[in-house]
């Protein structure tokens, strides 16, 4: 083995921090793709710089363009977060019959991911999170992943996935469903105390824990959907039945 490359979900720092201690000749590469683009590799953070600079998906690979925009494609300053457009030859054409989405993906040749990420001073890039996955409670934006990276740090996770749950007042709070390691059991105290230590804004603190394994497909990929589909939806149908009796 000579060469490792990580990609398909946001990887967290400490796994990539084990990876050089446990193999420290092997080198080690994070990349990020989409369907959409040709798959993995548009961007990578060579071996080199996983270190120097944690969390970041690198710069992009050979022959790719990538840029972070706002709502209206300008161009976003460093250290500001936006939506992630990639323009190269390995993009796909179209979507097979599908003009109107094709349309709304691909703009002047720029292929809108819907990622949200942002650039440092130095060109490389920060993936932040999906802009479906992103959380707004009571105003303020939460991005699953850092949450999901903090609480996989905890000693006894084995897993943790992070999702929008529906609340009446603040629109939406945060759930963590938390895989922990076989044969050890957690409290919601020691999930708000570590977040806590961990220097974690208080309004990102998960207000709604569950405790059971966290689903990912073959890819590894966490299944959010799934995770809607089991918990947000059968609590938004409750809170519209709430509301219909009291108007």
Known sequence: MRHIEIGAQPVPFILFKDSKEIFPNLSIGNIYGITEGGGGGVTNCY????????????????????????????????????ELLLKGPRIMKEYAFNPELTGKTIRDGWLATGDLAYVDDEGYIFFTDRA????????????????????????????????????????????????????????DEEVIDYCKALGLAKFKWPEMIVYTKVPRNPAGKIEKPKLRDMYVKPAKEAMEREFRKQS
Do not use: C
């Open 132 to 187: 479906k996955d992103l959380i707004i409670r009571g105003g303020e934006n939460i991005y699953p992943v850092e949450v999901e990276d903090v609480l996989r740090k905890h000693p006894k996770v084995q897993d943790a996935a992070v999702i929008g749950y529906p609340h009446p007042r603040l629109v939406e709070i945060v759930m963590a469903v938390i895989q922990t390691k076989e044969g050890v059991m957690m409290t």
């Open 47 to 82: 071996d080199e710089d996983i270190l120097d600079k944690p969390g970041s998906i690198g710069k992009a690979t050979a022959f790719m363009e990538v840029k972070v925009v706002d709502a209206k494609d300008n161009e976003m300053p460093h250290g500001k977060i936006g």
